[in-house]
Protein backbone atom coordinates (compact mmCIF):
# COMPACT_ATOMS: atom_id res chain seq x y z
CA UNK A 1 0.00 0.00 0.00
CA UNK A 2 2.89 2.72 0.78
CA UNK A 3 4.19 2.04 -2.74
CA UNK A 4 1.00 2.72 -4.48
CA UNK A 5 -0.19 5.97 -5.29
CA UNK A 6 -3.36 7.33 -6.89
CA UNK A 7 -3.50 10.40 -8.65
CA UNK A 8 -6.89 11.85 -10.76
CA UNK A 9 -8.26 15.06 -12.42
CA UNK A 10 -11.19 16.53 -11.90
CA UNK A 11 -13.71 15.13 -14.09
CA UNK A 12 -14.65 16.81 -16.26
CA UNK A 13 -18.22 18.45 -16.72
CA UNK A 14 -19.26 18.23 -20.30
CA UNK A 15 -21.51 21.25 -20.37
CA UNK A 16 -19.36 22.78 -23.13
CA UNK A 17 -16.37 22.53 -25.41
CA UNK A 18 -12.33 21.32 -23.36
CA UNK A 19 -10.70 25.07 -22.60
CA UNK A 20 -7.20 25.89 -21.13
CA UNK A 21 -8.35 25.04 -17.52
CA UNK A 22 -9.03 21.34 -18.49
CA UNK A 23 -5.55 20.57 -20.04
CA UNK A 24 -3.33 22.61 -17.29
CA UNK A 25 -5.08 20.20 -14.70
CA UNK A 26 -4.22 17.08 -16.67
CA UNK A 27 -0.71 18.50 -17.15
CA UNK A 28 0.09 18.75 -13.46
CA UNK A 29 -1.98 15.74 -12.76
CA UNK A 30 0.51 13.70 -15.25
CA UNK A 31 3.24 15.06 -14.02
CA UNK A 32 2.57 13.57 -10.70
CA UNK A 33 1.70 10.65 -11.84
CA UNK A 34 5.38 10.55 -14.00
CA UNK A 35 6.70 11.71 -10.93
CA UNK A 36 5.88 8.91 -8.67
CA UNK A 37 6.05 6.35 -11.37
CA UNK A 38 10.15 7.68 -11.94
CA UNK A 39 10.22 6.80 -8.04
CA UNK A 40 9.23 3.04 -8.88
CA UNK A 41 5.81 3.58 -7.38
CA UNK A 42 2.60 1.72 -8.35
CA UNK A 43 0.49 4.85 -10.08
CA UNK A 44 -3.08 4.70 -10.78
CA UNK A 45 -4.01 7.68 -12.56
CA UNK A 46 -7.33 8.89 -13.34
CA UNK A 47 -9.23 11.55 -15.19
CA UNK A 48 -12.77 11.67 -17.27
CA UNK A 49 -15.79 13.37 -17.83
CA UNK A 50 -18.86 13.70 -15.62
CA UNK A 51 -21.88 13.36 -17.88
CA UNK A 52 -25.03 14.06 -15.56
CA UNK A 53 -26.70 17.51 -14.51
CA UNK A 54 -28.72 20.20 -15.44
CA UNK A 55 -26.08 22.65 -17.13
CA UNK A 56 -25.44 19.33 -19.49
CA UNK A 57 -29.11 18.62 -20.07
CA UNK A 58 -29.51 22.11 -21.02
CA UNK A 59 -26.24 22.29 -23.26
CA UNK A 60 -27.86 18.99 -25.14
CA UNK A 61 -31.10 21.09 -25.72
CA UNK A 62 -29.55 24.03 -26.86
CA UNK A 63 -28.46 21.89 -29.75
CA UNK A 64 -31.47 19.71 -30.26
CA UNK A 65 -29.35 16.63 -29.63
CA UNK A 66 -30.11 13.63 -27.38
CA UNK A 67 -27.81 14.33 -23.49
CA UNK A 68 -25.90 11.16 -24.71
CA UNK A 69 -25.38 12.41 -28.15
CA UNK A 70 -24.19 15.51 -27.08
CA UNK A 71 -21.83 14.16 -24.44
CA UNK A 72 -20.82 11.67 -26.48
CA UNK A 73 -19.25 14.72 -29.11
CA UNK A 74 -17.78 16.65 -26.19
CA UNK A 75 -15.87 13.65 -25.01
CA UNK A 76 -14.26 13.09 -28.63
CA UNK A 77 -12.73 17.09 -28.47
CA UNK A 78 -11.78 16.46 -24.86
CA UNK A 79 -9.91 12.99 -26.27
CA UNK A 80 -8.53 14.63 -29.38
CA UNK A 81 -7.30 18.00 -27.35
CA UNK A 82 -5.75 15.82 -25.41
CA UNK A 83 -4.25 13.33 -27.48
CA UNK A 84 -1.09 15.89 -28.49
CA UNK A 85 0.12 15.85 -25.25
CA UNK A 86 0.24 11.53 -24.60
CA UNK A 87 -0.99 11.76 -20.99
CA UNK A 88 -0.29 8.64 -18.72
CA UNK A 89 -3.62 8.35 -17.46
CA UNK A 90 -4.39 4.49 -17.04
CA UNK A 91 -8.03 5.00 -17.20
CA UNK A 92 -10.77 7.21 -18.76
CA UNK A 93 -14.11 7.29 -16.73
CA UNK A 94 -17.24 8.22 -18.31
CA UNK A 95 -20.07 8.55 -15.80
CA UNK A 96 -22.45 7.57 -18.54
CA UNK A 97 -20.58 4.14 -18.67
CA UNK A 98 -22.53 0.71 -17.71
CA UNK A 99 -19.68 -0.75 -15.02
CA UNK A 100 -19.87 3.30 -13.03
CA UNK A 101 -23.71 3.28 -13.18
CA UNK A 102 -23.83 -0.11 -11.55
CA UNK A 103 -21.34 1.02 -9.38
CA UNK A 104 -22.64 3.90 -8.21
CA UNK A 105 -26.26 1.83 -7.68
CA UNK A 106 -24.41 -0.67 -5.81
CA UNK A 107 -23.05 1.58 -3.63
CA UNK A 108 -26.53 3.60 -3.05
CA UNK A 109 -28.13 -0.22 -2.32
CA UNK A 110 -25.47 -0.65 0.56
CA UNK A 111 -25.53 2.63 2.09
CA UNK A 112 -29.29 2.63 1.93
CA UNK A 113 -29.56 -0.90 3.14
CA UNK A 114 -27.19 0.10 6.19
CA UNK A 115 -29.61 3.45 7.34
CA UNK A 116 -26.74 5.50 5.86
CA UNK A 117 -29.37 7.29 3.15
CA UNK A 118 -32.46 9.73 4.27
CA UNK A 119 -34.61 11.43 2.56
CA UNK A 120 -35.52 14.79 3.05
CA UNK A 121 -35.73 18.42 2.11
CA UNK A 122 -33.78 21.34 1.12
CA UNK A 123 -34.17 24.96 0.21
CA UNK A 124 -32.24 27.28 -0.70
CA UNK A 125 -30.48 29.85 -3.68
CA UNK A 126 -29.18 27.86 -6.05
CA UNK A 127 -27.32 28.39 -8.94
CA UNK A 128 -27.10 26.25 -12.22
CA UNK A 129 -23.61 27.54 -13.26
CA UNK A 130 -22.15 26.91 -10.01
CA UNK A 131 -23.85 23.75 -9.85
CA UNK A 132 -24.26 25.30 -6.10
CA UNK A 133 -26.47 26.25 -2.99
CA UNK A 134 -25.73 29.47 -1.38
CA UNK A 135 -26.53 30.22 2.12
CA UNK A 136 -28.62 33.72 2.57
CA UNK A 137 -25.79 35.74 4.11
CA UNK A 138 -23.57 34.73 1.05
CA UNK A 139 -25.93 35.94 -1.59
CA UNK A 140 -26.13 39.93 -2.79
CA UNK A 141 -28.65 41.17 -4.43
CA UNK A 142 -28.72 42.45 -7.90
CA UNK A 143 -29.62 46.00 -9.39
CA UNK A 144 -33.48 44.34 -9.57
CA UNK A 145 -33.20 43.39 -5.47
CA UNK A 146 -33.18 39.73 -6.59
CA UNK A 147 -30.54 37.79 -5.01
CA UNK A 148 -27.84 36.85 -7.41
CA UNK A 149 -24.83 34.72 -7.74
CA UNK A 150 -21.60 36.10 -6.43
CA UNK A 151 -19.67 34.21 -9.40
CA UNK A 152 -21.96 34.58 -12.31
CA UNK A 153 -23.97 37.77 -11.14
CA UNK A 154 -26.80 36.00 -12.74
CA UNK A 155 -30.38 35.81 -10.81
CA UNK A 156 -30.07 32.83 -8.68
CA UNK A 157 -33.01 30.06 -8.58
CA UNK A 158 -35.24 29.39 -5.40
CA UNK A 159 -35.12 25.98 -5.52
CA UNK A 160 -37.22 23.51 -2.87
CA UNK A 161 -36.88 19.82 -3.10
CA UNK A 162 -37.23 16.48 -1.73
CA UNK A 163 -33.41 14.94 -1.92
CA UNK A 164 -31.48 12.23 -0.29
CA UNK A 165 -28.85 12.98 2.59
CA UNK A 166 -25.48 10.90 3.64
CA UNK A 167 -25.17 10.44 7.49
CA UNK A 168 -21.73 11.33 7.18
CA UNK A 169 -21.99 12.20 11.05
CA UNK A 170 -22.32 8.57 11.57
CA UNK A 171 -18.62 8.02 10.50
CA UNK A 172 -17.27 11.08 12.17
CA UNK A 173 -15.98 9.61 15.39
CA UNK A 174 -14.41 6.18 13.37
CA UNK A 175 -12.90 8.49 10.57
CA UNK A 176 -10.92 10.45 13.91
CA UNK A 177 -10.02 7.82 15.43
CA UNK A 178 -8.40 6.39 12.26
CA UNK A 179 -6.55 9.34 11.39
CA UNK A 180 -5.33 10.09 14.64
CA UNK A 181 -4.15 6.50 14.78
CA UNK A 182 -2.31 6.62 11.28
CA UNK A 183 -1.15 10.37 11.39
CA UNK A 184 0.22 9.36 7.74
CA UNK A 185 -2.83 8.61 6.01
CA UNK A 186 -3.52 12.25 4.91
CA UNK A 187 -0.87 13.96 3.24
CA UNK A 188 0.20 16.68 2.70
CA UNK A 189 -1.01 17.19 6.53
CA UNK A 190 -1.99 20.28 5.65
CA UNK A 191 -4.83 18.61 4.52
CA UNK A 192 -5.72 17.41 7.44
CA UNK A 193 -8.49 20.38 8.47
CA UNK A 194 -9.99 19.98 5.02
Keep these: MRNSFYVTTPIYYVNSHPHLGHLYTTIIADTVARFHRQRGKDVFFLTGTDEHGQNIERAAAAKNLPVKEHVDLIVDEFKQAFA ?44 ANCNLFYNESEVPANLDGIPACPVHERPLDRVAEASYFFKLGEFQERLLKYYEDHPDFIQPDVRRNE
Design 84 to 127: PFKFTNDHWVRTTDQYHKDGVALLWKRARDNGYIYKGNYEGWYC
